[in-house]
């Protein structure tokens, strides 16, 4: 059983940066694919990027260019970088787990990020 704990979201003007943290209980270089979700009001849950414990990553076209994800195993922790924001990147972002690679069998509850003007 994967424990996933996100934090770091809050409140930014358009244009600012935040940083989002995911930590996971036990070892993350268990895990092949780390991911982070975001859903806003009243939108289905989509994909923001993920990356392999080979350090390959998929990022969204919608955010490319602007967020980073990062993993750092030895810590546990998954980082998503979000430099220039947007009012559209409001949402509950969440920390997914994919130990196989395949199936998110794990999910975090979630972090709120709100960009304002």
């Known amino acids: 059983q994967v424990q996933l704990v996100e934090s770091g979201g809050g409140s930014v003007q358009v244009g600012g940066s935040l940083r989002l943290s995911c930590v996971a209980s036990?070892?993350?270089?268990?895990?092949?694919?780390m991911a982070w979700y975001r859903q806003a009001p009243g939108k289905r849950r989509e994909l923001v990027a993920d990356i392999s414990n080979t350090g390959h990553t998929t990022i969204a076209d919608s955010v490319k260019g602007r967020f980073t994800i990062s993993r750092d195993n030895a810590k546990n922790t998954m980082y998503l970088q979000m430099n220039s924001l947007k009012f559209e990147d409001t949402a509950v972002y969440f920390c997914?787990?994919?130990?196989?690679?395949?199936?998110?069998?794990?999910w975090g509850r979630g972090t709120q990020v709100i960009v304002f003007s």
């Open positions: 036990g070892s993350m270089s268990s895990i092949d694919v």
């Open positions: 997914a787990a994919a130990p196989d690679g395949f199936a998110l069998d794990y």
